[in-house]
Protein backbone atom coordinates (compact mmCIF):
# COMPACT_ATOMS: atom_id res chain seq x y z
CA UNK A 1 0.00 0.00 0.00
CA UNK A 2 1.20 3.41 -0.91
CA UNK A 3 0.51 6.98 0.66
CA UNK A 4 1.44 10.50 -0.21
CA UNK A 5 1.66 12.94 2.67
CA UNK A 6 2.01 16.45 1.91
CA UNK A 7 3.24 19.16 4.34
CA UNK A 8 3.88 22.95 3.97
CA UNK A 9 0.35 24.64 3.40
CA UNK A 10 -0.22 27.78 5.57
CA UNK A 11 -1.46 31.55 5.53
CA UNK A 12 0.63 33.87 3.77
CA UNK A 13 0.26 37.43 2.31
CA UNK A 14 0.00 38.34 -1.02
CA UNK A 15 3.75 38.55 -2.58
CA UNK A 16 4.60 35.89 0.01
CA UNK A 17 6.36 32.87 -1.01
CA UNK A 18 5.51 29.04 0.54
CA UNK A 19 6.77 25.70 -0.37
CA UNK A 20 4.73 22.56 -0.54
CA UNK A 21 6.10 18.78 0.21
CA UNK A 22 5.18 15.76 -0.85
CA UNK A 23 6.61 12.28 -0.03
CA UNK A 24 5.58 9.24 -1.13
CA UNK A 25 6.34 5.78 1.21
CA UNK A 26 4.78 2.32 1.06
CA UNK A 27 5.73 -0.45 -0.92
CA UNK A 28 7.30 1.77 -4.07
CA UNK A 29 8.98 0.04 -7.19
CA UNK A 30 8.66 3.05 -9.41
CA UNK A 31 6.69 6.83 -9.87
CA UNK A 32 5.68 8.00 -12.97
CA UNK A 33 4.28 11.13 -13.22
CA UNK A 34 3.74 13.75 -9.94
CA UNK A 35 1.42 16.73 -9.81
CA UNK A 36 -0.15 18.96 -7.37
CA UNK A 37 -3.66 20.08 -8.44
CA UNK A 38 -5.53 22.76 -5.87
CA UNK A 39 -9.37 23.18 -5.04
CA UNK A 40 -10.61 26.52 -4.36
CA UNK A 41 -14.73 26.36 -2.73
CA UNK A 42 -17.10 26.30 -5.17
CA UNK A 43 -14.36 25.84 -7.98
CA UNK A 44 -13.36 22.17 -9.54
CA UNK A 45 -10.48 20.89 -9.09
CA UNK A 46 -7.42 21.88 -11.50
CA UNK A 47 -4.19 21.08 -12.42
CA UNK A 48 -1.11 23.25 -11.36
CA UNK A 49 2.04 21.40 -12.30
CA UNK A 50 2.88 18.55 -13.27
CA UNK A 51 6.67 16.64 -13.58
CA UNK A 52 7.22 13.43 -15.23
CA UNK A 53 9.45 10.72 -14.21
CA UNK A 54 12.03 11.98 -17.09
CA UNK A 55 11.65 15.58 -15.43
CA UNK A 56 9.61 17.27 -17.74
CA UNK A 57 7.56 19.91 -16.39
CA UNK A 58 4.05 21.81 -17.59
CA UNK A 59 2.03 24.36 -15.76
CA UNK A 60 -0.73 25.96 -15.86
CA UNK A 61 -1.11 28.90 -17.14
CA UNK A 62 -1.85 31.22 -13.74
CA UNK A 63 0.89 30.09 -12.46
CA UNK A 64 3.69 30.11 -14.93
CA UNK A 65 6.78 32.32 -14.42
CA UNK A 66 5.52 31.87 -9.95
CA UNK A 67 5.73 28.27 -9.41
CA UNK A 68 8.24 25.92 -9.59
CA UNK A 69 7.75 21.81 -9.46
CA UNK A 70 10.66 19.56 -8.92
CA UNK A 71 11.07 16.00 -7.99
CA UNK A 72 13.69 14.23 -5.55
CA UNK A 73 13.85 10.89 -6.91
CA UNK A 74 16.03 9.17 -3.97
CA UNK A 75 13.26 10.79 -1.84
CA UNK A 76 10.23 9.73 -3.46
CA UNK A 77 8.91 13.40 -2.70
CA UNK A 78 7.89 16.10 -4.99
CA UNK A 79 7.69 20.04 -4.37
CA UNK A 80 6.21 22.95 -5.22
CA UNK A 81 7.90 26.33 -4.72
CA UNK A 82 5.18 29.10 -4.94
CA UNK A 83 6.54 32.58 -5.29
CA UNK A 84 4.72 35.64 -5.71
CA UNK A 85 1.30 34.41 -3.98
CA UNK A 86 -1.79 36.04 -5.29
CA UNK A 87 -5.20 35.59 -3.44
CA UNK A 88 -6.08 33.52 -6.22
CA UNK A 89 -4.06 31.05 -5.13
CA UNK A 90 -6.05 30.14 -2.19
CA UNK A 91 -7.09 26.49 -1.99
CA UNK A 92 -6.79 23.39 -0.81
CA UNK A 93 -3.75 21.59 -2.72
CA UNK A 94 -3.28 18.08 -3.41
CA UNK A 95 -0.69 15.84 -4.21
CA UNK A 96 -1.11 13.11 -7.16
CA UNK A 97 1.51 10.30 -8.15
CA UNK A 98 1.23 7.48 -10.21
CA UNK A 99 3.27 4.99 -8.90
CA UNK A 100 4.30 1.31 -9.35
CA UNK A 101 4.31 -1.22 -6.77
CA UNK A 102 6.58 -4.06 -5.51
CA UNK A 103 3.54 -6.19 -6.57
CA UNK A 104 3.26 -5.10 -10.05
CA UNK A 105 0.36 -3.56 -9.55
CA UNK A 106 -0.16 0.65 -10.56
CA UNK A 107 -1.86 2.99 -8.72
CA UNK A 108 -3.19 6.47 -8.69
CA UNK A 109 -2.46 8.42 -6.02
CA UNK A 110 -3.33 11.31 -3.94
CA UNK A 111 -2.62 12.82 -0.52
CA UNK A 112 -4.64 14.58 1.92
CA UNK A 113 -4.43 17.74 1.20
CA UNK A 114 -2.76 21.16 2.92
CA UNK A 115 -4.58 24.37 2.88
CA UNK A 116 -2.85 27.43 1.52
CA UNK A 117 -4.47 30.59 2.19
CA UNK A 118 -3.15 34.17 0.49
CA UNK A 119 -4.67 37.49 2.38
CA UNK A 120 -4.65 40.54 0.82
Known amino acids: QVQLVESGGGLVQAGGSLRLSCAASGSISSINAMGWYRQAPGKQRELVAV???????NYADSVKGRFTISRDNAKNTVYLQMNSLKPEDTAVYYC??????????????WGQGTQVTVSS
Open 96 to 109: NAGIYENSGSYSDN
Open 51 to 57: ITSGLRT
